[in-house]
């Protein structure tokens, strides 16, 4: 038995190290040490925060449900921010893809086309779906043809992108009589099932958790699959190798808009049933977070986007009682980005000692 | 000849306001860039440098102070930048926009901290008097418009004129040689940090104390990102980037008073974040950062 553990341990420790588990393990502590520091600066009580986040978000049927409902945007924008991790990109853009996704979905989910229920919706998600792959499309084109950064050019297109539908919402598109920049309710043919009658969430959160795993396979397995990871790898390399490195950088580009078109598309079609001005708290940003806490493994997104849901739930539910604004989520989430691009930091604040043979390696590498 | 006076006039003095902060914040991201660290974290640089002077003018009452904060603040985030991409050797990207996202939190937090609101600050002492005069377009700035002059040369002259400017430059370029002949890599690396972020940090109080008398939650609004873009276009040198800088400016000027002419407001919001997209897409083909950017001396 023990032999067994002994040997069993190690393994596990090294498949955990493999994966960036156990850095994003560590930086998650650390944010959340570090920023139970700042509350405890602010004048609030740490502990009495995180307890009251963890009962929020599992306490009641509310807030469980709750929880289901900020993870399900998050895992899409964490997966959509992975995939073009995986090509090497930064996918700053998410949040503005997000909001061409919503805007898509609510210009179908809102039009009489006279279609069945489950037609109506499929084709409201395909053009949320088809606005957020286009509009990331155009980050792709402008790095791969004219060789913008990516950064800079998707928090412009974000920008741009609020501003687009916060004119339509004030304009052309403004629900009839409405004090509020929204739209108009969509149609029940429309809407996504909520899986429970009273509370926001969505059939969606297994529709991202399926997306999940389809990317997960559509990287590992597929070819063109192959080609992005290459790409992402060593861009001379694939070059050499025969890899449209053009071609590879905007189908991620497109592939991680449409998933991020997705996020938006679940806001309105299932949330909050119509397009609203500013429906978003920076989920797109989130996914950042998520990405980086899911070690930019699509499976690791799932868990990791819950992670973030029951944060952002609790916070809500902690705002609430205590005051404290939500946006502290948003710090913690901060800190998880920076921690965990940081493993020599972490090394050196947990004083990990490679003590399992392998661990070395992976360090190098993962400086490399 | 009356256009030119009632509308260009004022349009082009508002340009030159409106450009002074990116100018500070593209200068700063010059010597960061030289040194061979991408300025990806300019935006929570002027965000810092926005809240930490509006806090230093809050609690002392003295825009100096302010200003003095804001610097401070700013230069803050660059030494956090700095320690995590030079001593740790985190993605210079990652980095960046990490900072971003914290500093966008954070002072969203200390503000209901502080103020207990979380739109926006008080309204604290600030720059209150124009230069005047008889020159147009200059007549309508503040001393800030000087200090922005002076920040100009000293930088360019330092970048390019200097024994330090050429060792950042080079640094910059190949930190490997740098290394290999003697020159303390990592202290020249954070020099140029940390002079990026106290320009970027003077700029964030700029916005907040000299164009607005408080914090506002998000203020900055991407003028950091717009900056890195400036500073790619200025082929990061000080003085192209003021002209580019000037022509961001103008963008936000004719925005400002193309508001309230009937055309949507949103429409016209838009316009400086298109402008800096159109820009990238047509102006940066053939520029060349310098070679060692997010490059460590034993690569």
């Known amino acids: 038995m023990k032999t067994s553990a002994k040997r069993i341990l190690p393994r596990l420790w090294q498949s955990m190290e493999r994966g960036g588990i156990t850095i994003s393990l560590a930086a998650l502590l650390i944010s959340l040490v570090c920023s139970a520091v700042i509350l405890a600066v602010c004048g609030y009580d740490p502990l009495e925060a995180y307890a009251a986040i963890v009962t929020g978000a599992f306490g009641s049927q509310r807030g469980f449900a709750q929880m289901l409902t900020q993870a399900t945007p998050l895992i899409f924008t964490g997966l959509a921010f992975t995939f073009a991790k995986k090509a090497s990109l930064i996918n700053l853009g998410v949040e503005g893809q997000m909001y061409m996704g919503a805007l898509g979905a609510a210009l179908v989910g809102t039009l009489d086309l006279g279609l069945p229920s489950l037609l109506h919706v499929l084709a409201a998600m395909l053009s949320g779906v088809i606005f957020g792959a286009a509009y990331g499309a155009v980050i792709g084109i402008l790095k791969v043809k004219f060789g913008s950064n990516e950064v800079v050019a998707g928090v412009m297109l974000n920008s741009i992108a609020t501003y687009i539908v916060g004119y339509l919402l004030n304009g052309p598109l403004l629900a009839a009589g409405s004090s509020v920049a929204q739209t108009e309710k969509v149609l029940t043919t429309a809407q996504l099932p909520r899986i429970f009658a009273r509370y926001q969430v969505t059939v969606a959160i297994f529709i991202a958790i399926a997306a999940c795993i389809l990317i997960k396979w559509f990287i590992g397995k597929t070819t063109l699959?192959?080609?992005?990871?290459?790409?992402?790898?060593?861009?001379?390399?694939?070059?050499?190798?025969?890899?449209?490195?053009?071609?590879?950088?905007?189908?991620?580009?497109?592939?991680?808009?449409?998933?991020?078109?997705?996020?938006?598309?679940?806001?309105?079609?299932?949330?909050?049933?119509?397009?609203?001005?500013?429906?978003?708290?920076?989920?797109?940003?989130?996914?950042?977070?998520?990405?980086?806490?899911?070690?930019?493994?699509?499976?690791?997104?799932?868990?990791?986007?819950?992670?973030?849901?029951?944060?952002?739930?609790?916070?809500?539910?902690?705002?609430?009682?205590?005051?404290?604004?939500?946006?502290?989520?948003?710090?913690?989430?901060?800190?998880?980005?920076?921690?965990?691009?940081?493993?020599?930091?972490?090394?050196?604040?947990?004083?990990?000692?490679?003590?399992?043979?392998?661990?070395?390696?992976?360090?190098?590498?993962?400086?490399? | 000849?009356?256009?030119?006076?009632?509308?260009?006039?004022?349009?082009?003095?508002?340009?030159?306001?409106?450009?002074?902060?990116?100018?500070?914040?593209?200068?700063?991201?010059?010597?960061?860039?030289?040194?061979?660290?991408?300025?990806?974290?300019?935006?929570?640089?002027?965000?810092?440098?926005?809240?930490?002077?509006?806090?230093?003018?809050?609690?002392?009452?003295?825009?100096?102070?302010?200003?003095?904060?804001?610097?401070?603040?700013?230069?803050?985030?660059?030494?956090?930048?700095?320690?995590?991409?030079?001593?740790?050797?985190?993605?210079?990207?990652?980095?960046?926009?990490?900072?971003?996202?914290?500093?966008?939190?954070?002072?969203?937090?200390?503000?209901?901290?502080?103020?207990?609101?979380?739109?926006?600050?008080?309204?604290?002492?600030?720059?209150?008097?124009?230069?005047?005069?008889?020159?147009?377009?200059?007549?309508?700035?503040?001393?800030?418009?000087?200090?922005?002059?002076?920040?100009?040369?000293?930088?360019?002259?330092?970048?390019?004129?200097?024994?330090?400017?050429?060792?950042?430059?080079?640094?910059?370029?190949?930190?490997?040689?740098?290394?290999?002949?003697?020159?303390?890599?990592?202290?020249?690396?954070?020099?140029?940090?940390?002079?990026?972020?106290?320009?970027?940090?003077?700029?964030?109080?700029?916005?907040?104390?000299?164009?607005?008398?408080?914090?506002?939650?998000?203020?900055?609004?991407?003028?950091?990102?717009?900056?890195?873009?400036?500073?790619?276009?200025?082929?990061y040198n000080p003085v192209n980037i003021v002209a580019c800088a000037l022509l961001f400016g103008f963008c936000d000027a004719v925005q400002i008073y193309l508001q309230g002419q009937g055309v949507p407001a949103q429409l016209i919001q838009m316009l400086p974040y298109l402008v800096t997209l159109i820009v990238l897409a047509v102006g940066v083909k053939r520029i060349q950062p310098p070679a060692g950017v997010g490059k460590h001396e034993t690569d």
């Open chain 1, 225 to 368: 699959g192959y080609e992005i990871r290459c790409v992402g790898l060593n861009r001379k390399a694939a070059e050499t190798a025969g890899i449209r490195i053009g071609k590879a950088l905007i189908v991620a580009m497109c592939v991680s808009g449409g998933i991020a078109g997705l996020a938006g598309v679940n806001q309105v079609l299932g949330v909050d049933r119509r397009l609203i001005n500013s429906f978003s708290p920076g989920y797109g940003f989130n996914g950042i977070a998520v990405a980086a806490l899911a070690a930019d493994d699509p499976i690791g997104v799932i868990f990791a986007g819950v992670i973030c849901g029951i944060l952002r739930a609790g916070a809500m539910e902690l705002n609430r009682t205590t005051g404290i604004p939500v946006e502290f989520v948003d710090v913690i989430q901060a800190m998880i980005v920076i921690f965990v691009s940081a493993p020599l930091l972490i090394k050196k604040l947990a004083k990990v000692r490679d003590v399992f043979p392998g661990g070395k390696k992976h360090a190098a590498a993962k400086e490399a």
């Open chain 2, 1 to 235: 000849m009356q256009i030119i006076l009632t509308y260009l006039i004022p349009i082009l003095g508002s340009t030159v306001y409106m450009a002074t902060p990116l100018i500070f914040a593209g200068v700063g991201g010059a010597f960061s860039v030289r040194g061979g660290v991408m300025a990806l974290g300019l935006e929570s640089m002027l965000m810092c440098g926005a809240f930490c002077g509006v806090a230093g003018s809050f609690y002392t009452g003295s825009t100096a102070v302010g200003f003095l904060c804001g610097i401070l603040g700013g230069t803050l985030i660059a030494l956090l930048h700095a320690i995590l991409c030079v001593r740790y050797r985190v993605n210079q990207v990652i980095s960046g926009v990490g900072l971003n996202l914290l500093a966008t939190a954070a002072t969203t937090l200390m503000m209901q901290v502080i103020w207990n609101n979380k739109g926006s600050s008080e309204m604290v002492a600030s720059v209150e008097s124009m230069i005047g005069g008889p020159i147009p377009i200059l007549n309508v700035q503040s001393f800030n418009f000087f200090v922005m002059l002076a920040v100009v040369a000293l930088g360019w002259v330092t970048l390019f004129r200097t024994r330090y400017g050429l060792r950042l430059r080079m640094v910059g370029e190949n930190p490997k040689a740098a290394s290999a002949v003697g020159l303390r890599v990592h202290a020249l690396k954070y020099s140029g940090v940390l002079i990026c972020g106290a320009l970027a940090g003077y700029g964030g109080a700029f916005l907040s104390l000299d164009q607005l008398n408080m914090f506002v939650r998000g203020m900055t609004a991407g003028r950091g990102y717009i900056a890195v873009a400036i500073v790619i276009l200025g082929r």
